[in-house]
C-alpha cells in the first residue's frame, strides 16, 4: 500500500444516516406499495437528477405531472426531506473525530447531495466542521461515479490520488476512485471501517 496523507469520506451511508423510507413508512401503511414508490416512482436515479443539480421544484413538479396518482407523496420527498434524517452514524464519527485529533491526515468529504438540501446537513451536523472542504455533487453537477468529479476533487484540494484513501458504502463509487488513482475501501459498518484502517496503521 502507498502512503496515505488525505483520507476522503462520503457521508451518506457512512457518517449520516439516510434513508427515505424513515419518511414514507409514517405515510405508507403497506411496506411493499412503500417500497414499489420508491423504486418506481421516487426512483434512486429520478433522486440522482437532483444530486446531479436539477432544482428540486422543477423536479417535482416533472414528476408529479407523470405521476399524478403519487403527487401528494412526491411532493412529501422533498417537502419533508428532513424526515429522511435518522441523525449521524456515531461509531464513523468518533473515527473522523479521532482523525481529526490525530491531524496526521487531511479530511475532505465527497459527496453526492443536493446543493438545497446539504445546508440542512451542515447547519444539523457539527461533525463536518472538521473537513477541510467538502465537494458536494449538487454544486458541481457532476456526481460519483463520473471520474471528472474526482478529478475536481483532486484539483481543488491539491490532492495526490497515489496518497489518498477514498471511503464509500456504493461499490460503483470506489471502484470508480480506484480507477481514478486513490485507494478504496467499501464501507459496511463502523467496526468493518475501524479495523480496515486499523491494518493500514491509520487506526491504533
Known amino acids: 500500500m502507498r502512503a496515505i496523507d488525505t483520507i476522503v469520506f462520503d457521508l451518506g451511508g457512512v457518517l449520516i444516516d439516510w434513508n427515505p423510507a424513515y419518511l414514507?413508512?409514517?405515510?405508507?401503511?403497506?411496506?411493499?406499495?412503500?417500497?414499489?414508490?420508491?423504486?418506481?416512482?421516487?426512483?434512486?436515479?429520478?433522486?440522482?437528477?437532483?444530486?446531479?443539480?436539477?432544482?428540486?421544484?422543477?423536479?417535482?413538479?416533472?414528476?408529479?405531472?407523470?405521476?399524478?396518482?403519487?403527487?401528494?407523496?412526491?411532493?412529501?420527498?422533498?417537502?419533508?426531506?428532513?424526515?429522511?434524517?435518522?441523525?449521524?452514524?456515531?461509531?464513523?464519527?468518533?473515527?473522523?473525530?479521532?482523525?481529526?485529533?490525530?491531524?496526521?491526515?487531511?479530511?475532505?468529504?465527497?459527496?453526492?447531495?443536493?446543493?438545497?438540501?446539504?445546508?440542512?446537513?451542515?447547519?444539523?451536523?457539527?461533525?463536518?466542521?472538521?473537513?477541510e472542504g467538502i465537494l458536494v455533487s449538487g454544486e458541481e453537477k457532476l456526481i460519483k461515479p463520473d471520474p471528472r468529479i474526482f478529478r475536481l476533487l483532486f484539483t481543488r484540494f491539491e490532492i495526490q490520488p497515489e496518497h489518498a484513501l477514498f471511503i464509500d458504502d456504493n461499490p460503483k463509487n470506489v471502484a470508480a476512485a480506484i480507477q481514478c488513482g486513490m485507494q478504496g475501501m467499501q464501507f459496511h459498518s463502523p467496526d468493518q471501517l475501524q479495523a480496515d484502517l486499523s491494518s493500514l496503521g491509520i487506526l491504533d
Not at 420508491?38 to 414528476?63: F, K, M, V
Not at 424526515?83 to 485529533?101: D, F, K, N, S, W
Not at 491526515?105 to 446539504?118: D, G, P, V
Request: aromatic residues 16%; hydrophobic residues 35%; proline residues 5%.
Open 24 to 131: 414514507y413508512r409514517k405515510l405508507f401503511d403497506n411496506e411493499e406499495e412503500m417500497t414499489y414508490f420508491l423504486r418506481e416512482i421516487c426512483a434512486p436515479s429520478w433522486n440522482e437528477q437532483q444530486d446531479a443539480g436539477r432544482p428540486l421544484e422543477e423536479a417535482t413538479a416533472w414528476l408529479a405531472n407523470k405521476h399524478p396518482e403519487y403527487e401528494e407523496m412526491i411532493r412529501a420527498y422533498y417537502g419533508r426531506w428532513e424526515e429522511m434524517l435518522a441523525g449521524p452514524i456515531q461509531e464513523t464519527v468518533r473515527i473522523l473525530e479521532y482523525l481529526h485529533q490525530q491531524n496526521n491526515h487531511r479530511l475532505y468529504a465527497l459527496t453526492n447531495w443536493s446543493h438545497e438540501t446539504f445546508p440542512v446537513a451542515q447547519t444539523r451536523y457539527e461533525f463536518l466542521n472538521r473537513f
